[in-house]
């Protein structure tokens, strides 16, 4: 029972192979088996043979079992081939589904060896390997990878070009991509004209190319695949409008910011309209020490009054002065003994506050620098008296930190996005810079109407289009419209058509990812091998 569950877990797409034991050796799990086929190709001439000339112990690598590595311990024969004529006397005998000429590990560990390869390549795919308990090196898995045959790839009809990077700055290659099946065709070591349009040639078939803006690829079309549609890609044409209503903000930066007089204006109004001095007209004190004291003994004082007791005897009484109880009993309200000979007058600083005010609301709100610019406008009072009126300022109207101008990518961003997607603040803010500059008012009317155009397929209009931003004074979205004009066809069908390079976009990404164990122009036959095997097959 156990030689049938052996035999249906190792060997169940192979036949003619049997399980003779499994043992396990430490860290090692050991698979004794022998081939059983009678008669056997010879591989010169293919002629049966049933001859054995003699047998052999093959030892392959397998797949982990239990994350234990795994050998299969192989007894296989030797035959001589029944052909006087055949070149290859004798021949040894290949299991299909489990060795390979030559072959040190079994061809399920072989096919696995091979995925990681042209998934992570080198280093990555080795410290993998090592992982999964079927370690090899970072050269074993290159070599893999060189060794796979290319896989069969068919003109596209619809054909998307674009460049990446080999070395940024430095070396840029061409990828080739199916439109319609977001699967990359092919990889060109260069993106001059010559190259693509090589490839155009030997290639006869595209109908629709749709690429960038760049004159490079346009001339490759034209040479390559005359009668084929050249289509721009959208990406590349709302970019390049992004970067020229990055330049009209710019131009009109001043207006970002809120006009800094409404401001100041708003908050000495608020200081104007509520005085920061206490609100009792006398200055009262109602509460604290010294009045609770005073209200003490003028009721003391009242009541020994209404005894019938005389001022010399409250004094003597209460330990307290003849003249003080004098002023206590001719106090009807305590309230009046509270109030000091310089209430109600002027301060010597009155003269100076509306220039305080202002400093104020213009965000200067220390008391140091301020005591200075009024000294300097002529104030003969101490710094002291400043501190404390500056203090009850940041009392009564403490200031918020100026709020920061949006930058001028915030507003290119906000510009070019569609209004749903910004938030209520950065709504309002758009609003009001639109209202104070005109010029970005009407550049932010012709991004939407251009957005209309992309998004509802609208090519037909869009020389209606540029013929209201030329008359426009806008010079850097008449330059964007100059650049339209050298391509006005590709943007035209782009603007029309349902195809885009969204799927390159997507490839050059994966590209990225893949030749990050890359380096040098030495590796491109591995890098163009690894993104076009690793591409997923149709559907």
């Given at each position: 029972m156990?030689?049938?569950?052996?035999?249906d877990?190792?060997?169940?797409?192979v036949?003619?192979?049997?399980?003779?034991?499994?043992?396990s050796?430490?860290?090692?799990?050991?698979?004794?088996?022998r081939?059983a086929?009678e008669?056997v190709?010879?591989?010169?001439?293919?002629?049966?043979?049933?001859r054995?000339?003699?047998?052999?112990?093959?030892r392959l690598a397998?797949?982990a079992?239990g994350?234990?590595?795994?050998l299969?311990?192989?007894?296989?024969r030797?035959f001589?081939c029944?052909?006087?004529l055949?070149?290859?006397?004798?021949f040894?005998?290949q299991?299909?589904?489990?060795?390979?000429?030559?072959?040190r590990?079994?061809a399920?560990?072989?096919?696995?060896?091979e995925?990681l390869a042209?998934m992570?390549a080198s280093?990555?795919?080795?410290?993998?390997?090592?992982?999964?308990?079927?370690?090899?090196s970072r050269s074993?898995?290159l070599?893999?990878?060189?060794r796979?045959p290319?896989?069969?790839?068919?003109t596209p009809?619809?054909?998307?070009?674009?460049?990446?990077?080999?070395r940024?700055g430095?070396?840029y290659?061409?990828?080739?991509?199916?439109i319609e099946?977001r699967?990359p065709?092919?990889?060109?070591?260069?993106?001059?004209?010559?190259?693509?349009?090589?490839?155009?040639?030997e290639?006869?078939g595209?109908e629709?190319?749709c690429?960038d803006?760049s004159?490079?690829y346009?001339?490759?079309g034209?040479?390559?695949?005359?009668?084929?549609?050249?289509?721009a890609d959208?990406?590349h044409?709302?970019?390049n409008?992004a970067?020229?209503?990055e330049?009209t903000v710019?131009?009109?930066?001043a207006?970002?910011r809120e006009?800094?007089?409404?401001?100041t204006a708003?908050v000495?109004?608020?200081?104007?309209?509520?005085?920061?001095?206490?609100?009792?007209?006398?200055g009262l004190r109602?509460?604290?020490?010294?009045?609770d004291r005073v209200?003490?003994?003028?009721?003391?004082?009242?009541?020994l009054?209404?005894q019938?007791v005389?001022?010399?005897a409250?004094?003597?009484?209460?330990?307290?002065a003849?003249?003080?109880?004098?002023r206590?009993?001719n106090?009807?309200d305590?309230?009046?003994l509270?109030v000091?000979r310089w209430?109600?007058?002027a301060?010597?600083?009155?003269?100076y506050?509306?220039?305080?005010?202002?400093?104020?609301a213009?965000?200067c709100?220390?008391?140091?620098?301020?005591?200075?610019?009024?000294?300097?406008?002529?104030y003969p009072?101490?710094?002291?008296v400043v501190?404390?009126?500056v203090?009850?300022?940041?009392?009564?109207?403490?200031?918020?930190p100026p709020?920061?101008?949006?930058?001028v990518?915030?507003v290119?961003s906000?510009l070019?996005?569609?209004?749903?997607?910004?938030t209520?603040?950065q709504?309002?803010?758009?609003?009001?810079i639109?209202?104070?500059c005109?010029?970005l008012?009407r550049t932010?009317h012709h991004v939407?109407?251009?957005?209309?155009?992309?998004?509802?397929?609208?090519?037909?209009?869009?020389d209606?289009?540029?013929t209201?931003?030329?008359a426009?004074?806008?010079?850097?979205l008449?330059?964007?419209v100059?650049?339209?004009?050298?391509?006005?066809?590709a943007?035209?069908?782009?603007?029309?058509?349902?195809?885009?390079s969204?799927?390159v976009?997507g490839?050059n990404?994966?590209?990225?990812?893949?030749?990050r164990?890359?380096f040098?122009r030495?590796?491109?036959d591995?890098?163009?091998?690894?993104?076009?095997?690793?591409?997923?097959?149709r559907?």
């Amino acid at each position: 029972m156990a030689d049938v569950l052996f035999q249906d877990l190792w060997f169940h797409q192979v036949k003619g192979v049997v399980i003779e034991n499994v043992v396990s050796e430490g860290e090692l799990v050991a698979v004794r088996a022998r081939t059983a086929t009678e008669r056997v190709v010879c591989p010169a001439c293919g002629t049966l043979s049933s001859r054995v000339h003699s047998q052999y112990i093959r030892r392959l690598a397998d797949s982990a079992v239990g994350g234990r590595p795994a050998l299969i311990e192989l007894r296989v024969r030797r035959f001589r081939c029944g052909q006087r004529l055949c070149r290859q006397a004798t021949f040894a005998e290949q299991v299909d589904g489990l060795t390979i000429r030559h072959g040190r590990r079994s061809a399920g560990l072989h096919t696995v060896l091979e995925r990681l390869a042209v998934m992570l390549a080198s280093r990555a795919g080795a410290r993998l390997s090592q992982t999964l308990a079927a370690g090899v090196s970072r050269s074993t898995l290159l070599r893999l990878i060189r060794r796979l045959p290319e896989p069969e790839t068919s003109t596209p009809r619809v054909l998307g070009v674009d460049d990446f990077a080999l070395r940024k700055g430095h070396n840029y290659g061409t990828i080739l991509i199916d439109i319609e099946s977001r699967r990359p065709i092919d990889l060109l070591p260069d993106r001059t004209t010559a190259t693509v349009a090589q490839w155009l040639t030997e290639h006869p078939g595209v109908e629709v190319i749709c690429r960038d803006r760049s004159t490079a690829y346009a001339e490759a079309g034209r040479l390559g695949a005359p009668s084929a549609i050249h289509v721009a890609d959208r990406w590349h044409i709302w970019s390049n409008l992004a970067e020229a209503v990055e330049k009209t903000v710019v131009q009109h930066r001043a207006p970002l910011r809120e006009p800094h007089e409404s401001a100041t204006a708003q908050v000495i109004s608020a200081i104007e309209s509520t005085s920061p001095e206490p609100s009792s007209p006398a200055g009262l004190r109602t509460t604290g020490r010294l009045s609770d004291r005073v209200r003490e003994r003028h009721a003391d004082v009242h009541s020994l009054l209404d005894q019938g007791v005389g001022l010399r005897a409250i004094a003597r009484q209460l330990g307290l002065a003849r003249n003080s109880v004098r002023r206590f009993a001719n106090a009807a309200d305590p309230d009046e003994l509270l109030v000091g000979r310089w209430t109600g007058r002027a301060s010597i600083l009155d003269p100076y506050k509306p220039y305080l005010h202002q400093r104020w609301a213009e965000g200067c709100t220390v008391a140091r620098r301020l005591f200075e610019e009024v000294r300097e406008r002529g104030y003969p009072g101490g710094e002291s008296v400043v501190k404390k009126y500056v203090a009850k300022l940041r009392e009564s109207f403490p200031r918020d930190p100026p709020s920061k101008a949006p930058s001028v990518r915030n507003v290119t961003s906000w510009l070019t996005r569609h209004p749903d997607r910004l938030t209520d603040d950065q709504t309002q803010q758009l609003k009001a810079i639109l209202v104070r500059c005109p010029a970005l008012d009407r550049t932010a009317h012709h991004v939407r109407a251009f957005a209309e155009l992309m998004n509802n397929r609208q090519g037909k209009y869009l020389d209606q289009w540029i013929t209201r931003v030329k008359a426009d004074d806008l010079p850097a979205l008449h330059t964007f419209v100059t650049g339209l004009g050298q391509d006005l066809d590709a943007v035209v069908a782009d603007l029309t058509l349902k195809w885009s390079s969204g799927a390159v976009e997507g490839q050059n990404n994966k590209i990225k990812m893949l030749k990050r164990q890359m380096f040098g122009r030495a590796n491109f036959d591995l890098l163009r091998k690894r993104v076009l095997l690793s591409a997923p097959s149709r559907s």
